[in-house]
């Protein structure tokens, strides 16, 4: 392995901690650096740098800080400008960026300024040795399909990646790095779009990314009364209660419970889809459930080919049953 | 407010899972007999985010659509929905653009048009699901982007774009001349009135072409696209579904209340 291929991840956390995708991104970049020959990068911006001794613990070789006072909010204009010019110092044949509010945004951009090529979204970046070329694949037409894109020659390949799709590496607090501090400056004439409010919800409790068991509804619930319903089994089970696009759409629960294509990509080990139609842009984000109930009305429902266990017939009839019955014991 | 937005007729998103197929050979979608292309969902949102934009501060808006099948249908959808003039950019050179080309045809095209405050566009198109054109469109031309909206308010010639986030909304402050991707957040299109449409029937829509835009040929199309399609597949993802039957509702919740104690996580 004679190569020296630099991947270049663009680490995000909350509450200073990496997030889930960033330590997915790490370990899918460790593994395909092994088999490329390379190293791998981190690159944390504004209030991610306390995360970069987790960095290296999660396969970071090393890992570039910049906490300007421009990348606070991760302005993505400041943003655009740090991930830039650290791409034309280290040279990466490789830039990964979660399919986040950050990577939407900012990916396009980078791969715009740099003439390189794009994948967003992608579900599974591997490494054809025989070929010399990247290959990645991504969820297409509302999740219908699945296309799988070549990077030509050297070009460097900017990516964005969806949560859950890849494996993390377990952590090795023993694992050595280096820190390297990024002080070029983001100068203030570049920010051209700036925040003057941030409406944030705050999740109480687990997040649906992170959740064991969800309960969720679509647009059969009929209006926000069915979410109170399946709320309570949700509480029941100890599970999180999430939705398709047409309750978000009409208001009847908050944007933050959108579970899908536009929405969270969610894994629980219990996934139960009470009034969901089952359209491939909800499903794209639920197929690594490892079991799915379905509750639908209709025996057509396409909810039920994706579905382990089914019920046709009316939630409003079957859920106070369930719920009484889960009150009860068995 | 001169307002330029750009529209692309796709598959119908909601077209059953069951009618949608590849051809592997040609590693192109085969489109259902009959099915006529529709208005991308979220760029229809952007004609209407436009419309909403000019009952409030007047102007004109301009939609503009790149080639393909069914393009003067969706031009007149726009029309009919209240746009003033519409384009239609055609040339058998652009065919197979990748989002670069794409983004520097329509930026092309923005610069042809000359005169703009604002240019609109839908988050991302439900046939490939990128995202990226409006993004690099603006990177081209030099103008501040905001993407994922779900409203616009223009006042004293700046925007406030509320902006969709993972865990609720931003607002930004931007501005003129500036990019924005619209989302579904932002409500309904509205349905074209009869009137709308009798009215966008006698419009003209002119064609431009790679020589109108004075594009290099070698810079778009096939041959520049940054990445190959390798392969497309559908993907319909199955299990096998057990369907929990009783005598009545009652007998059944109560199976599938086991079924979910044993489950459960």
């Given at each position: 392995?004679?190569?020296n ?83 034309r ?36 970046i591997t ?50 790095g280096?820190?390297i ?10 920010i ?7 409406k944030?919800?705050?999740?109480e ?54 579970i ?7 894994s ?35 909810i ?27 | 407010m001169?307002i ?12 059953p ?25 979220y ?28 393009a ?18 055609n ?30 566009c ?39 774009v ?12 931007v ?14 299109a ?11 029937a ?14 290099d040929?070698?810079g ?26 009783g ?19």
């Open positions: 392995m004679a190569e291929r630099q991947i270049l991840i663009i680490g995000e956390v909350e509450k200073e901690k990496l997030t889930s995708t960033s330590r997915e991104l790490l370990g899918g970049a460790r593994r395909l650096a092994e088999q490329m020959g390379g190293a791998v990068n981190l690159l944390l911006m504004g209030q991610a740098v306390s995360a970069a001794g987790e960095g290296i613990h999660y396969g970071a070789d090393k890992v570039y800080t910049d906490k300007d006072a421009m990348l606070s909010d991760l302005n993505s204009d400041a943003c655009t400008h740090v991930v830039d010019a650290v791409c110092k280290i040279q990466p044949v490789l830039c990964l960026f979660g399919q986040s509010d950050l990577g939407r945004d900012v990916a396009p951009r980078v791969a715009a300024k740099l003439n390189a090529g794009l994948c967003m979204d992608c579900v599974e490494f054809d040795a025989g070929s010399n070329r990247l290959l990645q694949t991504r969820p297409v037409f509302g999740g219908k399909a699945m296309a799988v894109m070549a990077t030509s020659g050297d070009r460097l390949q900017v990516n964005t990646v969806r949560a859950k799709s890849i494996a993390p590496e377990e952590p090795k607090v023993d694992r050595k280096e820190v501090a990024v002080t070029d400056g983001v100068d203030a004439s570049l051209k779009v700036k925040l003057v409010e941030s944030k919800i705050e999740t409790g687990v997040k649906l990314e992170d959740a064991k068991l969800i309960v969720s509804g679509g647009g059969g619930l009929g209006g926000p009364a069915g979410f109170e319903m399946i709320g309570q089994l949700a509480k029941l089970l100890g599970g999180v209660v999430g939705a398709t696009r047409v309750p978000v759409d009409e208001n009847w629960v908050p944007l933050s419970m959108e899908g294509q536009t929405g969270k990509i969610v629980p080990d219990l996934y139960i889809a009470i009034g969901i139609s089952g359209a491939a842009q909800h499903v794209t984000g639920i197929v690594n459930s490892k079991k799915i109930v379905a509750i639908n009305k209709d025996p057509d429902a396409n039920f080919k994706m579905a382990d266990v089914g019920l046709v017939a009316d939630y409003k009839v079957v859920v106070p049953i369930l719920i009484e019955k889960l009150k009860a014991g068995r | 001169d330029i937005v750009f529209v692309k007729p796709v598959l119908d998103p909601d077209m899972p069951a009618k949608f197929s590849v051809d592997g050979k040609t590693n192109r979608v085969i489109p259902p007999e009959g099915m006529p292309l529709v208005i991308s969902p760029d229809a949102l952007a004609v209407e985010a436009a419309l909403k934009v000019k009952e409030a501060k007047g102007g004109k808006i301009t939609a503009v659509t790149l080639a393909g099948p069914f003067t249908e969706i031009l007149r959808k726009a029309l009919a929905m209240g746009a003033d003039e519409a384009i239609n950019i040339d058998p050179t652009f065919e197979d653009s990748d989002a670069f080309s794409t983004a520097l045809i329509l930026a092309g095209a923005v610069k042809k048009i000359g005169k703009y405050d604002l240019i609109l839908g988050r991302q198109a439900a046939d490939w699901d990128n995202g990226v054109v409006g993004s690099v469109m603006a990177e081209y031309l030099g103008i501040p982007s905001v993407i994922r909206a779900k409203g616009i308010v223009v006042t004293d010639g700046k925007l406030k509320e902006r969709v986030v993972a865990n609720g909304f931003e607002i930004y402050e501005g003129l001349p500036a990019l924005v991707t619209l989302s579904s957040e932002i409500g309904q509205r349905i074209p009135t009869g009137w709308g449409i009798i009215n966008a006698k419009k003209q829509i002119p064609k431009w072409t790679s020589a109108d835009l004075g594009m040929p070698a778009v199309g096939k041959a520049a696209a940054r990445n190959q399609l390798v392969k497309l597949y559908s993907f319909s993802p199955s299990r096998a579904c057990e369907m929990i039957t005598k009545d509702e009652k007998e059944a919740a109560g199976k599938l209340a086991d079924k979910i104690m044993d489950m459960k996580p």
